[in-house]
């Protein structure tokens, strides 16, 4: 089975879905890849690298042409699915819910899909869970990011010129990223409030050292692991609980998103009104409609001194590390659809069913929706 690697075009994506490293232990299991030319270059992976791994490095067309598996980040777009052939199996996060439209070209190509975004949160698939690897350095240059736009320090600091107060942190949402978010702001000396609606969440903040705003009356959490869509009642709630610890933070990170839908609200504009001057937000759920009102993709928004910066999260921004924990979780996955190199299309299998969106040009329901 020849495996194809291709570079992605996204505007500012700088990540490649197989490290060299990862492509070696792909090889050793009797693979064969194509990698496309400088696909890696971003992530400071050489074309030479790839080579030394035992892949071959060619042209895009040629990729497409002769891969049987073609292996991305970001959906397929149309440009690729023009060169897309029948039968051929692609594999990436495809956010099929947000993108009905490329499903249904990807099935009138008669090729099949599996979506790397639609991974159940089950025990046996964590080692195969993208989201997760790549929120985790989210939740940390969220941080990093935040340190740098500031214009205060993180730690309590003693000086002969007299004493600076730790800078006051606000996470929304205590998943992935926000764990991390929490656990990076604490090593830099901030003090850290977290607030989730998922009450079981209460606990993991706080072992991290983060003070949890308690909202009663949480909706918890759904079945497949992420957090429900919050009741207007709630929501009014969660705001009154949290105002105090807003205007008052110099920092606050939101990283609530709900798969296939837009991101909730969590900060409205007349909010941002009333914080401090000099605070800032980034809202890492901007990609899908953003948590603070005023956010926008890839911009910083300035409104009444108050710094808001709207990001996809910016794995990409590491992309070095985020690629090759990609390539992990994509190299578990490969193993376990796989048998004797091939795939087994074992469609009663829980992992299998949720991610295969298009089989053979047919968009399939899984069991579980």
């Not at 959906?75 to 897309?84: I, M, S, T, W």
């Not at 010129?161 to 090593?187: D, F, S």
């Not at 074992?346 to 579980?368: A, F």
């Amino acid at each position: 089975m020849i495996i194809g690697i291709l570079k992605e075009t996204q505007k500012g994506e700088k990540r490649v879905s197989i490290a060299p490293r990862i492509a070696k232990q792909l090889i050793d299991k009797g693979f064969d890849l194509i990698v496309e030319e400088n696909a890696g270059e971003y992530s400071s992976f050489k074309n030479s690298d790839y080579k030394k791994a035992g892949a071959r490095i060619e042209k895009r067309g040629v990729v497409f042409k002769e891969a049987d598996v073609l292996i991305k980040i970001n959906p397929f777009n149309e440009d690729d699915l023009k060169l897309v052939n029948k039968g051929q199996i692609l594999i990436g996060q495809l956010y099929h819910k947000s993108f009905p439209d490329l499903i249904q070209k990807i099935a009138e190509q008669g090729a099949s899909a599996f979506s790397m975004d639609a991974m159940p949160r089950i025990s046996r698939a964590q080692d195969m869970d993208v989201l997760s690897s790549q929120s985790n350095l989210a939740g940390y240059k969220s941080v990093i990011l935040g340190a740098y736009e500031m214009k205060k320090i993180f730690p309590l600091m003693m000086t002969a010129a007299g004493t600076i107060k730790p800078a006051k942190v606000l996470i929304y949402g205590v998943g992935v990223a926000g764990l991390q978010a929490i656990a990076t702001a604490k090593r830099l000396g901030a003090i850290v409030k977290a607030t989730d609606i998922r009450l079981e969440t209460k606990e993991q903040a706080e072992s991290l050292g983060a003070k949890f705003i308690l909202v009663e009356g949480s909706n918890g959490e759904s079945e497949d692991g992420y957090a429900k869509e919050a009741s207007e009642d709630y929501a009014q709630r969660q705001k009154e609980a949290v105002n105090k610890s807003l205007f008052n933070a110099d920092l606050v990170i939101t990283t609530a998103g709900i798969p296939g839908k837009k991101s909730p609200l969590l900060i409205t504009e007349e909010q941002v009104l009333q914080m401090k001057n000099g605070a800032v937000i980034i809202d890492l759920a901007a990609a899908q409609g953003g948590n603070c009102e005023i956010s926008k993709l890839n911009k910083t928004v300035k409104r009444n001194g108050v710094k808001v910066i709207g990001t996809s999260i910016a794995p990409e921004s590491v992309s070095t590390n985020a690629s090759d924990l990609y390539a992990k979780n994509m190299y578990n996955f490969i193993m376990h659809l796989t048998e004797n190199n091939q795939f087994k299309w074992d469609l009663e299998e829980q992992i299998t069913d949720e991610t295969l969106i298009v089989h053979n040009g047919i968009i399939r329901q899984p069991k579980s929706e």
